[in-house]
């Protein structure tokens, strides 16, 4: 449409996904300060904490510059996938990115050109992982810290092959017979 907002984007599977395609946001965030940005319009909810040090900084929240291809994420892309993009300008990470509630249980960051999963992982100032975030601390959203950012994804992950060893009924106790009787 006229205000760039691109509409909903097919996935492979027939659903559509949320790509944020609205007009750019950007935030100033003062110098010297330790503070959460969240954005409204086509990035509603979506937040960043930074810290700045003796400058200030902006957070941009943008449409993605990454294609999503379903073979190559290991996130699901349907219905409640959300993608974006976010730049920051003038505050080094780590920075902790939040969706709220009702998205997808996981939140991904494309890191060398992979998608990693980083719900709740933490990071002390000089990059070093240090834990996993508490849970409690951000009620109402899913969580992940990162040293850099753009894109950032919320999305469930892929269902994993079935790791489930076969059910052993009857005809096991058969074969364990006919074993016996060898």
Same mark, same amino acid.
């Given at each position: 449409?006229?205000? $760039? @907002? =691109?509409?909903?984007?097919?996935?492979?599977?027939?659903?559509?996904?949320?790509?944020?395609?609205? #007009?750019? /946001?950007?935030?100033?965030?003062?110098?010297?300060?330790?503070?959460?940005?969240?954005? %409204?319009?086509?990035?509603?909810?979506?937040?960043?904490?930074?810290?700045?040090?003796? !400058?200030?900084?902006?957070?941009?929240?943008?449409?993605?510059?990454?294609? =999503?291809?379903?073979?190559?994420?290991? +996130?699901?892309?349907?219905?409640? !996938?959300?993608?974006?993009?976010?730049?920051?300008?003038?505050? #080094?990470? *780590?920075?902790?990115?939040? +969706? #709220?509630?009702?998205? *997808? @249980?996981?939140?991904?960051?494309?890191?060398?050109?992979?998608?990693?999963?980083?719900?709740?992982?933490?990071?002390?100032?000089?990059?070093?992982?240090?834990?996993?975030?508490?849970? $409690?601390?951000?009620?109402?959203?899913?969580?992940?810290? !990162?040293? !850099?950012? %753009? *894109?950032?994804?919320?999305?469930?992950? @892929?269902?994993?092959?079935?790791?489930?060893? *076969?059910?052993?009924?009857?005809?096991? /106790?058969?074969?364990? %017979? /006919?074993?016996?009787?060898?």
């Amino acid at each position: 449409d006229d205000a $760039g @907002n =691109l509409g909903p984007v097919a996935a492979a599977d027939g659903e559509e996904i949320s790509i944020e395609r609205g #007009p750019a /946001e950007t935030y100033e965030v003062p110098a010297g300060t330790t503070a959460t940005v969240t954005a %409204s319009g086509a990035y509603g909810g979506v937040s960043v904490t930074l810290t700045t040090g003796a !400058t200030a900084a902006t957070v941009t929240f943008s449409p993605p510059t990454v294609a =999503l291809d379903p073979g190559s994420t290991p +996130f699901a892309i349907g219905g409640s !996938t959300r993608l974006l993009g976010i730049v920051v300008a003038g505050a #080094p990470g *780590p920075y902790t990115v939040c +969706f #709220p509630v009702g998205d *997808p @249980n996981r939140v991904w960051h494309r890191e060398a050109g992979v998608w990693v999963d980083m719900t709740w992982r933490a990071f002390d100032a000089s990059g070093s992982h240090i834990a996993e975030m508490d849970p $409690g601390a951000h009620p109402g959203a899913r969580c992940g810290m !990162t040293m !850099t950012l %753009s *894109p950032v994804a919320a999305a469930v992950p @892929n269902a994993g092959p079935d790791t489930t060893p *076969p059910s052993l009924g009857s005809r096991s /106790e058969e074969h364990t %017979s /006919e074993l016996q009787s060898l």
